[in-house]
């Protein structure tokens, strides 16, 4: 079922490039057109197989949209996949009577899986539940059920306004004064790493060796990326729901790992997620989650304003006025400076990134329909 999805994606990609003006519409009428060529296509779920020309259509509207924005220079032509996920609407699909096990009940017979979780899905309405998605990872296979709910907690107001600039030494320093240490679980796990890319190197091609050394290795990366993402949704709920303010800066990290030296630990701090993460819990907390330009505020002074001119090696603010602060801690005061201004003047809180992301990253495809992303030719 998987294979088969990736399939039909692909081949909704390749109809695309081969062909001009091809909208949403003309993607789900190629579904149809596919099942009927081959039969193994038309065992796969009608609903999935249309969930799946919603996922190339995803891939070229951002093709689309980076194409009509200037400031971003590479804009992502839609690439073939090798896709390890399935995703069925409110067909193809059954659970038991306890909600403990699933039935996927398309043409390739599947059966009846059961479902291992923290999660009790009694809570919900059999009608809350829009889609499923299968996954295949390195350990296991995971079902994610995309549920109608809205999330909204309601927190007392603490009156504090925080600034956060990050860093590499420190993983965030905030206005306060405050530094929160960088965990660095890929450096960590390194050594750990290495090892098993030696032992896969080793093996003889296409053994089965081979193949248990490669699912020993994914696995290690598997968790190094779930120990990291743990870590950086547990800061951003604490930070948000300690302050009524949240201001950081809104970096441009595709650029900074331009740089080799700093690449690896730019991407181990993984600052992207953690500001989207903030930014969703802004919306789920009504707090306000601000972003603003980086650009001179580790320069500024947060005492006068007069510009002091400092390399990255350099590590403290050093003003005429008297002003000796840590360069960080200055830079994170003139971040929050610069946001109660924005906002004072009209700004509202940034839209979260994640309203059309799931948790795990997934796109969800039940917010894109053509209706309103509007119909884009090619």
Not at 345 to 366: K, W, Y
Request: proline fraction near 2%; include cysteine; charged fraction near 30%.
């Amino acid at each position: 079922m998987i294979r088969t999805a990736s399939f039909v994606r692909n081949s909704c990609l390749r109809y695309w490039m081969d062909n001009e003006k091809v909208g949403q519409y003309d993607l789900s009428r190629q579904c149809k057109i596919l099942a009927s060529e081959f039969e193994w296509a038309k065992k796969l779920n009608s609903m999935a197989r249309q969930a799946s020309a919603e996922r190339a259509w995803a891939s070229i509207k951002r093709f689309y949209d980076n194409c009509q924005n200037p400031s971003i220079k590479k804009k992502g032509y839609p690439k073939f996949k090798k896709g390890r996920t399935v995703e069925y609407k409110p067909s193809g699909w059954q659970l038991s009577q306890d909600r403990t096990a699933i039935n996927l009940r398309d043409g390739f017979k599947a059966g009846w899986f059961k479902m291992r979780g923290g999660f009790d899905l009694n809570y919900y309405q059999q009608s809350q539940i829009k889609r499923v998605r299968v996954i295949r990872r390195a350990d296991s296979y995971y079902c994610q059920f995309c549920i109608a709910q809205e999330r909204l907690e309601e927190m007392k107001p603490s009156g504090n306004a925080i600034g956060l600039d990050v860093g590499l030494s420190s993983f965030y320093t905030d206005s306060n004064g405050c530094k929160v240490d960088n965990p660095r679980y890929l450096r960590k796990s390194e050594k750990r790493l290495k090892r098993l890319q030696r032992q896969v190197s080793k093996k003889k091609k296409g053994s089965n060796s081979r193949k248990k050394a490669i699912n020993k290795l994914a696995r290690k990366h598997l968790k190094v990326s779930r120990q990291r993402k743990d870590w950086l949704v547990k800061l951003a709920r604490c930070v948000v729901s300690s302050n009524d303010v949240v201001a950081y800066e809104k970096l441009t990290v595709k650029n900074m790992v331009k740089n080799h030296c700093l690449a690896k630990s730019i991407n181990d701090a993984s600052w992207h997620i953690f500001f989207d993460w903030l930014e969703y819990y802004g919306k789920v907390m009504g707090k306000i989650v601000y972003g603003v330009n980086p650009q001179y505020t580790s320069q500024e002074c947060p005492n006068c304003k007069q510009m002091v001119k400092k390399t990255l090696s350099v590590r403290t603010h050093l003003c005429e006025c008297g002003c000796v602060l840590d360069r960080d801690e200055a830079a994170a005061i003139n971040i929050l400076a610069k946001a109660l201004r924005e906002l004072s003047r009209g700004g509202q809180s940034q839209t979260s990134s994640l309203e059309l992301v799931n948790a795990n990253g997934h796109i969800n495809l039940c917010q894109l329909s053509e209706s309103l992303v509007g119909k884009l030719s090619g």
